[in-house]
């Protein structure tokens, strides 16, 4: 294999999968929809962010950067790696960095978002690279894998039972190295009230409803939350009227609006979201926790969160002590982006 041919093969494929008259693209889209999995919206939102990425050259930027060569790769390498499900595509970054690498991929989809990735796997194995690309939505595809690595995404407390089941398929061995992800939220740092940062703030809290590891639940900043309410409402309103919130949450929310209440918390009901003046952990979905503070206050909860938070995002300067990055890139990172501080490659 000429690894620069590699890279070059595989940035064309993307690119290829990522074409408006891909007509297989468009009917996962559509299935996504029409099962409820995804809204159109959403769906519409990661597909433009790839394809903006990918036509800027970022495939072949990302396997610079990794020093992808002839003498350093992934060749022969089996990679599994089981995609979580709770963003639509959340899992090509895993797939795309395996490919790109020269290892064998093998893709446990999500029944949650199984249309989206298997066109873009589907994509890739018409192009026939030299390494496999295999993929399945039942874990028991890959038993006797043997697999030298697993990319793994989830909640802490689902990583032994994942990692029991592997072993009794013998999908894995004891010398396989696991590469778990276990971030559950990030945090941004607001200090101003610019139309174009408070819509960045919005997209980066309310985009996919929340979900994603990417996603701030938490917001430090010197304004209380009363000071900027109203304003900051506006902003939701407008952004709702375009991305319509595609889950709904459940009934514990109306229980920790009336919570609050009672303990005098302030607080913004918004229907299907709730935000509230709190530095406690936010271990609910749909709800942005707003904790007035300085940078002191934000690096205290960062290292209080530890582990659970992935990302502190910035509207201004560095802050100093901390690694940070732009808010405006919260639900839009570039392909080589690193997970709990991780590179793919």
Known sequence: MVFNQHISKV????????????????????????????S???????????????????VEEWAKRAELSESKNALD????????????LVGFQD??????????????????DPYL????????????????????????????????????AGSEESVEPVKEKLFKLNAVTEETEFVIRTAKFSMAYLDNENPETLRDMIEAVFRYGGKGCRSVAVIVSPYSLSKLKCHFTDYVEEFWLKNSQHKKPKGNLAYQFAFNKA?????????????????EFPDQEFTLNWVQG???????????????????????????????????????????????GVSIL
Not at 40 to 58: A, C, N, P
Not at 95 to 112: E, F, P, R, V, W
Not at 131 to 147: G, M, P
Request: with cysteine; glycine share 6%.
């Open 294 to 340: 300085d940078h002191q206050k934000l690096k205290e909860l960062y290292q209080k969160f530890g582990d659970a938070v992935q990302s502190i995002y910035r509207t201004g300067e560095n802050i100093e002590g901390i690694k940070t990055e732009f808010l405006s890139l919260a639900q839009t990172p570039d392909l080589w982006w690193e997970p709990d």
């Open 11 to 38: 940035a064309r494929a993307t690119k290829s999968w990522l074409q408006p008259d891909n007509y297989d693209l468009k009917n996962a889209i559509e299935r996504t929809v029409d099962e409820g999995l995804f």
């Open 77 to 88: 390498q089996k990679v599994l790696c089981l995609h979580a499900g709770n963003l639509p």
């Open 95 to 112: 797939a795309l960095g395996t490919i790109l690498s020269g290892a064998d991929y093998y893709g446990k989809l999500s029944n949650k």
């Open 40 to 58: 159109l919206e959403d769906i519409k939102f990661q597909i433009r962010t790839l394809k903006q990425k990918v036509d800027s050259g970022q």
């Open 263 to 279: 303990i005098e918390r302030d607080q913004a009901w918004l229907d299907d979201f709730l935000v509230q003046e709190t530095d």
């Open 117 to 152: 990735m298997s066109s873009f796997l589907e994509k890739l194995m018409e192009f026939k690279f030299q390494n496999q690309v295999q993929y399945s939505t039942e874990i028991s595809a890959f038993k006797y894998l043997e697999a030298d690595k697993v990319l793994f």
